[in-house]
């Protein structure tokens, strides 16, 4: 039997072709938005931080073997390692964002330039725009103002993201929820253990187009 492929766009259908060898994206109606490469090639970001599949607006879930959704309201999938990170892409056929992917879709420009925060180029200091002076994460899209030019949310603050497909490109981006002067969109989380888990720290899932 034949199969086809779903292709979707920030919710909108672009594309039905037939399915590769390579893994089905299982979760056609998870929202994401696809961007222009550096290189001119297209890829795909989710729109969500990325959740585990139990998740709930209350609670992060439990279940560790399934891959990775990206919907609003549902507490990020954080304590997890670079490697269960990527594992969780990978199982529906996408994987991590890359870093300059990453950082070209928080800032809303393609290579150099954009704006500094994920919302503009002024820091919010009352840091209410994004989940950047709390004591706890917050459910996806929970802050209506903390989205990029592209539509995304939450890639100043709430929790890091990791980025990087190789061990050696491996970083985390962005801010967390205490990050009140680090959530830039080139933020670095310094001296991070790529093996080691965090409260603070999650991710979210590009694909290739």
Not at 77 to 86: C, D, E, G, L
Request: aromatic share 6%.
């Amino acid at each position: 039997m034949s199969c086809l492929r779903l292709v979707l766009c920030a919710g909108t259908v672009l594309a039905l072709g037939a399915c590769s060898d390579t893994p089905p994206i299982l979760d056609v109606n998870d929202p994401e938005i696809c961007l222009n490469r550096r290189d001119g090639a297209r890829y795909c970001i989710e729109v969500y931080e990325a959740s585990r599949e139990d998740a709930t607006e209350t609670a992060g879930g439990s279940d560790e073997a399934s891959f990775s959704r990206s919907r609003p309201g549902r507490v990020p999938w954080v304590n997890v390692t670079w490697a269960a990170a990527r594992s969780a892409c990978e199982l529906k056929g996408k994987r991590l964002c890359d870093l300059d992917e990453w950082v070209d879709a928080c800032d809303g420009q393609v290579g150099d330039g954009g704006t500094v925060f994920t919302y503009g180029d002024a820091r919010d200091e009352s840091n209410m725009t994004c989940n950047t002076g709390s004591g706890a994460v917050e459910p996806t899209g929970a802050r209506a103002m903390c989205t990029s030019g592209n539509a995304t949310f939450d890639q100043s603050g709430n929790v890091w993201e990791w980025t990087g497909n190789t061990r050696g490109a491996a970083t985390a981006r962005g801010g967390a929820f205490r990050s009140t002067q680090t959530h830039a969109c080139e933020n670095t989380l310094m001296n991070i253990d790529l093996d080691g888990e965090s409260a603070e720290v999650g991710f979210r899932c590009c694909r290739d187009v």
